[in-house]
């Protein structure tokens, strides 16, 4: 059965519908998009250093640990949760890193295994204790936030601060890898392959149903767009240094992660609990293990951008994830579009809403203010993304689409 819509859809119905999704409430990422060129043009007309190419590189590389414990929000948030600990969990697996690799002499790989491995261990306790127990998930994380705290300065030590060796492929890793021009073409291309792949066959699974499906002009359109502005992206941020290879990480375990939300049983089953956690146990769903799940990898992605950040840093000290490593990984989530409702979010939000954070910071560094403004101005993107999703819920209500 042919993929081609019928006849009066194309491109002009395809914005119809998009319009329409928009009038019931249904924004996506518009919002974060359109609050990200503004804030881009609003630095780059104070400082145009902002949108240089070495900046933007540098960028990149600052939204790969906060971005990765974004992602482990973005899981609790679709379950209508919150974890308040993430921050001293990613301290506590960078102080667990840093002793077994530096003081112990573990191979860096076991060093990483174990410092991830506890916060794995960390999310099954957080999941056995909301199952079991039924204590609500905001005390538990903040009693977390305190007790795991406390660990990570244990585990440093008198020692206080810890450097990893300069020469370690960690630090190599997080510092000094970038792909090269023709490598990162390449993944390009491959990835606006894969997708086009992807939409293609589902346009046909759709088609063969009897259900509206997209075009192959519109599909050949978006594929066109993304191709042109990852090019572009790729071709710009070669101008400097290139693409890094820990925001390729990043970027790899947002795809994963998408993957695992919209392609798997278990992300569809995460869907369901957070839209009703009663209709998805009447229809067979084993909540308590998706909440055991979620918590999990939350914590574990907690871990994994602790390593990052002690990796970036050379170092874990009694700071590594202190301060607003907490706040910020939040504010990412629900500013990339994560609802603090629950069962709306994909794991892309993690992506834009580190983006607007990291871009919000570095332009602020660059004019020379305090952290006391990018507080404010966070705070204030914060409270923005939080009304628009909360309209946005109401308009859907009163359409009928929530």
């Known amino acids: 059965m042919s993929v081609e819509p019928a006849e009066g859809e194309g491109l ?15 924004l996506g990422p518009l919002p974060v998009v359109l609050g990200l060129a503004v804030i881009w043009t609003v630095f780059q007309i104070l400082n145009p250093v902002f949108l240089s190419s070495r900046n933007l590189v540098d960028l990149t590389m600052q939204c790969a640990a906060i971005g990765t414990i974004a992602l482990g929000i973005v899981l609790v948030l679709l379950l209508g949760e919150i974890d308040l600990s993430v921050g001293s969990v990613s301290g506590l697996a960078a102080a667990v890193l840093a ?14 295994v174990a410092a991830v491995g506890a916060g794995c261990l960390v999310g099954l306790l957080y999941g056995f204790l909301y199952t079991r127990f039924g204590l609500p998930s905001f005390v538990i994380t903040l009693a977390g936030l305190l007790g795991f705290l406390g660990l990570q300065l244990w585990v440093l030590g ?18 000094h890898w970038f792909l090269p021009p023709w ?9 606006v392959a894969a997708f086009t792949w992807t939409i293609v066959r589902r346009a046909r699974r759709r088609a063969a149903a009897d259900l509206e499906s997209q075009g192959y002009r519109e ?18 941020l ?14 790899v375990l947002v795809v994963v992660l998408h993957i695992l939300l ?71 989530a629900v500013i990339g579009g994560a609802s603090l409702f629950g069962g709306r979010g994909s794991a892309f939000a993690a992506l834009l809403g580190v983006i607007v954070i990291q871009s919000i910071s570095s332009g602020l560094t660059l004019l020379n203010l305090n952290s006391s403004v990018q507080f404010m101005v966070t705070g204030v993107v914060l409270v923005l993304a939080v009304t628009i999703d909360s309209i946005s819920r109401r308009t859907r209500a009163a359409t009928g689409r929530a």
Do not use: H
């Open 158 to 175: 008198d020692a206080g601060s810890i450097n990893l060796p300069f020469d370690s492929a960690l630090v190599e890793f997080a510092q």
């Open 238 to 251: 070669n101008q400097s240094r290139g693409v890094g290879v820990m925001f390729l990480f990043f970027l």
């Open 183 to 191: 490598a990162a073409y390449t993944l390009v291309a491959l990835a």
């Open 262 to 332: 919209t392609r798997t049983r278990w992300g569809r089953a995460v869907y369901a609990v957070g839209g009703s956690v009663e209709a998805a146990r009447r229809a067979g769903i084993r909540v308590d293990r998706i909440y055991l799940s979620v918590f999990a990898l939350c914590s574990s992605l907690a871990a994994v951008g602790g390593v990052l950040a002690a990796a970036r840093l050379a170092a874990a000290n009694q700071s590594s994830g202190a301060g607003d490593t907490n706040l910020n990984a939040i504010a990412a």
């Open 219 to 236: 599909i050949a359109v978006r594929s066109g767009l993304l191709l042109a502005f990852l090019l572009v992206a790729t071709w710009y």
């Open 99 to 112: 002793v077994t690799f530096v003081q112990l002499r573990w191979p860096s790989v076991l060093a990483v």
């Open 12 to 26: 002009r119905g395809t914005a119809q519908r998009v319009w329409a999704r928009i009038k019931g409430g249904d």
